[in-house]
């Protein structure tokens, strides 16, 4: 047992063992990779750069682009550099830290997509009221809770991890997964397993509900303009928000929240991969290019940038 507690680096076996699949997976997470992250620059890029978006709304849509760089930074260029160079350990302590921040921000993430919905319920449901309930110590205080509340969380699963032993050092995914890491495991990892459901309930099953609870009314409300062409653009663009919503929840959901005994490696993977890249990627494009002011502003930032080269 002393000899599985020195574990002084881990094999991450990555997406596939297959050559082949290895080839067209490493393509495809490149690919998603830097649309999301270009999607998302762009998007920081066009609110900073226009005063006219300095608003509470897109004072939340450049906070989430950030955050779905960092996220997705923490694991891909990784993946990728393992991949090109043919290494696939990583540290016992780069581990921790990959966790660490992979939790973190993602948490994050998570709860701030909450602080959207409540946002988006004001501007619907009390346009009268809006500007005042969404003041600027309002508007940093629910972008700071999810940096602090995440952050908080994620020390706590860390520290944890690093009172346990392990068994193997070989991880069967493309980055040190908490739950991966407490399979691995020789100690005892019920309290690492109840922590896990327990602020992971609060990370996720709470912001996912205030989410329902926000889109409820917005719907309701929605529902009875009398334009139908406005109602149709409205439950659009609720619509592709709610898909992006459920597509992230649900992965995560089922990753972490599902009975370990259900759970394959294959099923774990692909639900990682669609909350570990797609959805970030998906949502510059959902939240914030549908936004006439914001593709506006885009083009004119673009516009500024070709005229600077040509000159």
Known sequence: MDNQTQVSEFILLGLSQQPLQQQVLFGLSCSLYLVGCLGNLL?????????????????????????DICFTSTTIPKMLLNHLCGNTTISSAACLV????????????????????????????????????????????????????????SMVHTI????????????????????????????????NEILVLVLGGLVVLVPFACIVASYTPIAVAVWK?????????????????????????????????NPTSTHTTQTDMAASIIYTMVTPML???IYSLRSRELKRALRKVLSKNHFAKSV
């Open 43 to 67: 998007t920081i890029l066009a609110i900073v750069s226009d005063p006219y978006l300095h608003g509470p709304m897109y004072f939340f849509l450049s906070n989430l682009s950030l955050l």
């Open 98 to 153: 990959q966790m660490y921040f992979f939790l973190a921000f993602g948490g994050a993430d998570s709860i701030l997509l909450s602080a959207m919905a409540y946002d988006r319920y004001l501007a619907v449901c009390c346009p009268l009221h809006y500007m005042t309930i969404m003041s600027v110590l309002r508007c940093a205080l629910l972008v700071a809770v999810p940096w602090v509340l995440a952050n908080l969380f």
């Open 160 to 191: 944890l991890m690093t009172h346990l032993s392990f068994c193997s050092n070989r991880i069967p995914h493309f980055f040190c997964d908490i739950n991966t890491l407490i399979k691995l495991s020789c100690s005892d990892t019920q309290v």
């Open 225 to 257: 303009v009398p334009s139908t062409r406005g109602k149709w653009k409205a439950f659009s663009t609720c619509g592709s928000h709610l898909c992006v919503v459920f597509l992230f929840y649900g992965t995560v959901a089922g990753v972490y929240f």
């Open 283 to 285: 949502n510059p494009f």
